[in-house]
Nanobody, 120 residues
Framework: QVQLVESGGGLVQPGGSLRLSCAAS????????MGWYRQVPGKERELVAR???????DYADSVKDRFGISRDNAKNTVYLQMNSLKPEDTAVYYC??????????????WGQGTQVTVSS
């Protein structure tokens, strides 16, 4: 089994910053892509940012130039630096990690979610 532990959410004023972290542990042979999604009530979960093992990144248009995703492969950890936050960024943020439990078994795992609220 794989466990993902998220941290860093909370309440922040518009224009502020937060940094989310997500550490993977457990039965890990290797890790491929890592990423962050977010979801608000009544809407589909949407991709925020994704990073490959080699460091290629991809962002939702709504967060480009404001958010930065990074990873520490030695620590099996992915980060999301969120700057210039807007009220519309308010959501539950979920980390996701594609884990090889064996050389031929790749499974997508999800964190428990962390609430980010942007409000004055």
């Amino acid at each position: 089994q794989v466990q993902l532990v998220e941290s860093g959410g909370g309440l922040v004023q518009p224009g502020g910053s937060l940094r989310l972290s997500c550490a993977a542990s457990g039965s890990i042979f290797g890790i491929a892509d890592m990423g962050w999604y977010r979801q608000v009530p009544g809407k589909e979960r949407e991709l925020v940012a994704r990073i490959t093992k080699s460091g290629f990144t991809d962002y939702a248009d709504s967060v480009k130039d404001r958010f930065g995703i990074s990873r520490d492969n030695a620590k099996n950890t992915v980060y999301l630096q969120m700057n210039s936050l807007k009220p519309e960024d308010t959501a539950v943020y979920y980390c996701t990690v594609w884990v090889y439990s064996s050389p031929l078994s790749l499974v997508q795992n999800w964190g428990q979610g962390t609430q980010v609220t942007v409000s004055s």
